[in-house]
Every structure is written in structure tokens, then in C-alpha cells.
């Protein structure tokens, strides 16, 4: 009779895919928000520099003091907001590289049930054929001993072989008879 493979610690195995994919998820929304600090940062240093070139130009051309005044006070607003979203960025590529690292571990711990849920089905698929080469051997001895018995000039041992095939059927060692 086959047995219905269990695997015990299925429980664990469900709720450590689930750990796996809540580390993804919060991979992913790290990793995204991380890129559009990245972003939005690299926008800010670009029109960074197209503001210092116009300024540069201004100065080249001799522009008014006030309006030259007026580009390096936004220059300056420009710079400090661009720090300030540098270090946004590099906090969330920081949180990202924190939540990589967890689902990483959070992979592995999954990773290593499912292997134990495979090697543990490979024994009871294994203990499954033993069981089953075991009733087809004791068959075998059966028809082997009632052939035996059938057969003219039977020997005296056959006697303790048809034991034997019994107790195997019933669980119990065989019972050697002197």
C-alpha cells in the first residue's frame, strides 16, 4: 500500500516562500525608489550645469551685476538642493542594497527547504520500493515454498523456509527451528 508523501515541515517550507516573496517585493520597491532618487538627482546636476554655462555666458557678455547676482543665488539653491538629493539617493540605494541582501537570505532559506522537501520525498519514494520489493520477495517465497511442498520428494527443510515467509508476512524475525 503506497503512503501519501508528507513532507513535515511543509508549514515552515510555505511560510519561508512567503518571507521569500515579501523580501522580493520589498527588493523591488527599494531597488525602484532608489532609481528615481538616482534619477531625479542626475536631472538636478544637469540643468546644474546648463545653469553655470548660461552664467558663465552671462558673465563673458557683461550682464547687469544685479542679474548676474540674482543666477549665483539660484545657482547656490540649485547646488544645495542637489546635495541634499544625492544624499536622499545614496540613503535609499543604501536601503535597497539592505533589502537585496535580505531577500538574498530569505532565497537561501527557501532555497534549502525545497531541497530538504526533495531529498526527504527521494527516502520515502526509496523506502516506498523497499516496502514494495520486500511483499514481491515474500510472494516469490511463497510460490517458491508452495512449488517446493507440491513437488515430490520434498525436503525437510521447507518446513522452516514456509516459517520464515510467514513471520516475514507478519513482522515478526524469523524463527529458526533446529
Known amino acids: ?61 557683461s550682464a547687469p551685476a544685479a542679474r548676474l547676482l540674482a543666477a549665483h543665488r539660484t545657482l547656490d539653491t540649485s547646488a544645495s538642493r542637489l546635495r541634499t538629493r544625492v544624499e536622499a539617493a545614496r540613503a535609499l540605494r543604501t536601503t535597497a542594497e539592505r533589502a537585496a541582501e535580505e531577500h538574498r537570505r530569505r532565497k537561501t532559506a527557501a532555497r534549502a527547504l525545497d531541497e530538504l522537501r526533495a531529498r526527504a520525498r527521494g527516502l520515502h519514494l526509496s523506502g516506498l520500493a523497499r516496502e514494495e520489493q520486500a511483499v514481491l520477495d515474500e510472494v516469490a517465497q511463497r510460490t517458491a515454498s508452495a512449488r517446493a511442498g507440491a513437488a515430490p520428494g520434498k525436503a525437510e527443510g521447507d518446513s522452516s523456509l514456509r516459517s520464515g515467509a510467514t513471520d516475514l508476512a507478519s513482522g515478526s524475525p524469523p524463527t529458526v527451528r533446529p
Not at 511543509?10 to 520597491?29: H, N, P, Y
Request: aromatic share 4%; no cysteine; proline share 0%.
Open 1 to 61: 500500500m503506497k503512503r501519501r508523501f508528507e513532507f513535515r515541515l511543509e508549514r515552515l517550507r510555505r511560510v519561508r516562500a512567503l518571507e521569500e516573496s515579501v523580501a522580493r517585493a520589498e527588493r523591488a520597491r527599494a531597488e525602484s525608489e532608489a532609481r528615481g532618487a538616482e534619477a531625479r538627482a542626475d536631472e538636478l546636476r544637469t540643468r546644474l550645469a546648463g545653469d553655470r554655462a548660461w552664467v558663465r555666458t552671462a558673465q563673458e557678455e
